[in-house]
């Protein structure tokens, strides 16, 4: 079978999940393979069916874990399989206790796919193992076949060394040999303590501790103590081991940031680096700051002073606040929006000081248009990078827009659509300026160069 990475809960599967937490039924109804391309356009939490599914697989089983994920186990079988694929892409569908209808609930692609034949070429039988997160909900069911059963070596295994198998034989062996039933009882208990068994199992749960999608949204907590108090999925770092911490409902479960970080662009082009169990960020090779790992889709940070490390896919919300603590070096590419309420301070240049430094060659420009009327304007040698020129003082007035960023060359380049003076006015902007050689983090909200609290923005970083 080809060798997926983890799953991937989809927007639908986070919902789903959503309802699940709050008491409803969570029922698995099938796995389904495909042999879709995702290229790098592909966002797996939006898809709501394979790209190209080939293949539907009845659930055979279904296990609750105990660590905050349940194993699905399928039949794989070509009988009747008109064509052959690639198997690239697996999808886990559930049904939607609200609506009846069944949705993609998380998905998982592979780099290296297998092949498998049309019917009639070899025969394949397979039994497939897939892990999704379930957090802590107590409903967990699964549609069950019955039409295809296939006993796995395991399966087997696991029956024969059951103290519960085999009475009648275990009696007469007993009675025929003394001790010999509490010799062999021994041995499988040995073996189940034995750290190097069920490494499938073991492989799995570090699979799913390394990859930072898997958690839909976690509010992170940096310190020298756990909190007293967590919800589930938040995160922790601890500062005096520089470890991270991920809340699965019941306890704290350490996670591999060091893994997570060695995937990243930066580590790959020595911008990024752990010294003394401290991960550092770099733009010019020289001036280096500490930066913060993460795990989660969607990370909040709810700790003051820390600059956070994202992973291309993740996202950032930030509330309140005059600051963007998201690491940034060359080359990196941003999208977000932001929103803060009226009254604004004035009806010109709202921006960012790159890094929290000023520059000198800030520029920006923008056209808007209003019930027919079209304008433009441009701004020149300004301290931040101009990013929307924005609606007025007048107290009915909100501000917001979708912007982009891009971080190269020397350069931090952006781009907005988002709302202009106050009333039905629709600016399109674009702004660029120096980043500096030293700068580590997107850098600050701004007002014509003051500082301006935003009462809330999320980014996701691109690339």
């Given at each position: 079978?080809?060798?997926?990475?983890?799953?991937?809960?989809?927007?639908?599967?986070?919902?789903?999940?959503?309802?699940?937490?709050?008491?409803?039924?969570?029922?698995?109804?099938?796995?389904?393979?495909?042999?879709?391309?995702?290229?790098?356009?592909?966002?797996?939490?939006?898809?709501?069916?394979?790209?190209?599914?080939?293949?539907?697989?009845?659930?055979?089983?279904?296990?609750?874990?105990?660590?905050?994920?349940?194993?699905?186990?399928?039949?794989?079988?070509?009988?009747?399989?008109?064509?052959?694929?690639?198997?690239?892409?697996?999808?886990?569908?559930?049904?939607?206790?609200?609506?009846?209808?069944?949705?993609?609930?998380?998905?998982?692609?592979?780099?290296?796919?297998?092949?498998?034949?049309?019917?009639?070429?070899?025969?394949?039988?397979?039994?497939?193992?897939?892990?999704?997160?379930?957090?802590?909900?107590?409903?967990?069911?699964a549609v069950i076949s019955d039409t295809v059963v296939i006993a796995?070596?395991?399966?087997?295994?696991?029956?024969?060394?059951?103290?519960?198998?085999?009475?009648?034989?275990?009696?007469?062996?007993?009675?025929?040999?003394?001790?010999?039933?509490?010799?062999?009882?021994?041995?499988?208990?040995?073996?189940?303590?034995?750290?190097?068994?069920?490494?499938?199992?073991?492989?799995?749960?570090?699979?799913?501790?390394?990859?930072?999608?898997?958690?839909?949204?976690?509010?992170?907590?940096?310190?020298?103590?756990?909190?007293?108090?967590?919800?589930?999925?938040?995160?922790?770092?601890?500062?005096?081991?520089?470890?991270?911490?991920?809340?699965?409902?019941?306890?704290?479960?350490?996670?591999?940031?060091?893994?997570?970080?060695?995937?990243?662009?930066?580590?790959?082009?020595?911008k990024l680096r752990i010294t003394n169990g401290i991960l550092e960020i770099s733009n010019d090779?020289?001036?280096?700051?500490?930066?913060?790992?993460?795990?989660?889709?969607?990370?909040?940070?709810?700790?003051?002073?820390?600059?956070?490390?994202?992973?291309?896919?993740?996202?950032?919300?930030?509330?309140?606040?005059?600051?963007?603590?998201?690491?940034?070096?060359?080359?990196?590419?941003?999208?977000?929006?932001?929103?803060?309420?009226?009254?604004?301070?004035?009806?010109?240049?709202?921006?960012?000081?790159?890094?929290?430094?000023?520059?000198?060659?800030?520029?920006?420009?923008?056209?808007?248009?209003?019930?027919?009327?079209?304008?433009?304007?441009?701004?020149?040698?300004?301290?931040?990078?101009?990013?929307?020129?924005?609606?007025?003082?007048?107290?009915?007035?909100?501000?917001?827009?979708?912007?982009?960023?891009?971080?190269?060359?020397?350069?931090?380049?952006?781009?907005?659509?988002?709302?202009?003076?106050?009333?039905?006015?629709?600016?399109?902007?674009?702004?660029?300026?120096?980043?500096?050689?030293?700068?580590?983090?997107?850098?600050?909200?701004?007002?014509?160069?003051?500082?301006?609290?935003?009462?809330?923005?999320?980014?996701?970083?691109?690339?």
């Amino acid at each position: 079978m080809a060798n997926f990475n983890g799953t991937i809960l989809t927007t639908q599967g986070r919902n789903l999940l959503a309802k699940a937490l709050a008491g409803a039924e969570l029922q698995f109804t099938k796995i389904q393979l495909g042999d879709g391309i995702w290229d790098e356009n592909t966002n797996p939490e939006e898809l709501t069916s394979l790209v190209s599914p080939k293949i539907d697989l009845p659930i055979n089983e279904l296990k609750i874990v105990g660590d905050g994920t349940a194993r699905i186990r399928a039949v794989l079988t070509n009988t009747g399989l008109q064509e052959g694929f690639f198997t690239r892409e697996l999808g886990i569908f559930a049904k939607d206790p609200e609506t009846g209808e069944e949705i993609l609930y998380s998905v998982s692609y592979a780099s290296n796919p297998d092949y498998i034949p049309a019917d009639g070429v070899t025969k394949i039988e397979d039994v497939i193992d897939v892990y999704t997160v379930i957090a802590n909900a107590q409903n967990v069911t699964a549609v069950i076949s019955d039409t295809v059963v296939i006993a796995t070596k395991q399966d087997i295994k696991q029956h024969n060394t059951s103290a519960d198998a085999h009475p009648d034989i275990r009696q007469a062996i007993q009675d025929a040999t003394g001790n010999l039933s509490q010799e062999i009882d021994a041995k499988v208990e040995a073996h189940n303590q034995d750290t190097n068994a069920h490494m499938d199992i073991r492989n799995t749960i570090s699979t799913l501790q390394k990859n930072p999608f898997v958690i839909p949204y976690s509010r992170l907590q940096i310190g020298s103590a756990k909190p007293a108090t967590p919800q589930l999925f938040d995160s922790f770092y601890d500062t005096t081991t520089n470890t991270l911490f991920l809340w699965d409902g019941q306890q704290w479960i350490e996670i591999d940031w060091v893994s997570i970080v060695q995937n990243s662009p930066e580590f790959r082009s020595g911008k990024l680096r752990i010294t003394n169990g401290i991960l550092e960020i770099s733009n010019d090779g020289t001036n280096w700051y500490q930066v913060i790992p993460t795990i989660g889709a969607t990370v909040e940070l709810l700790t003051n002073g820390y600059t956070v490390f994202l992973l291309p896919g993740q996202t950032f919300v930030g509330r309140n606040t005059d600051t963007i603590p998201i690491a940034a070096v060359e080359d990196s590419q941003f999208e977000g929006t932001y929103y803060y309420p009226p009254p604004s301070p004035g009806n010109l240049w709202f921006g960012i000081i790159p890094s929290g430094i000023n520059i000198s060659d800030g520029y920006g420009a923008y056209v808007a248009g209003s019930s027919g009327k079209a304008s433009g304007n441009s701004t020149s040698n300004r301290t931040f990078i101009p990013l929307i020129e924005q609606s007025g003082t007048v107290s009915t007035c909100d501000n917001w827009a979708h912007f982009s960023i891009s971080i190269s060359n020397g350069v931090m380049a952006t781009t907005s659509v988002g709302h202009g003076e106050c009333g039905a006015v629709v600016t399109a902007n674009i702004g660029h300026g120096t980043y500096p050689s030293n700068g580590y983090f997107i850098g600050k909200w701004c007002y014509e160069g003051n500082p301006q609290v935003v009462s809330l923005f999320s980014i996701r970083r691109v690339a």
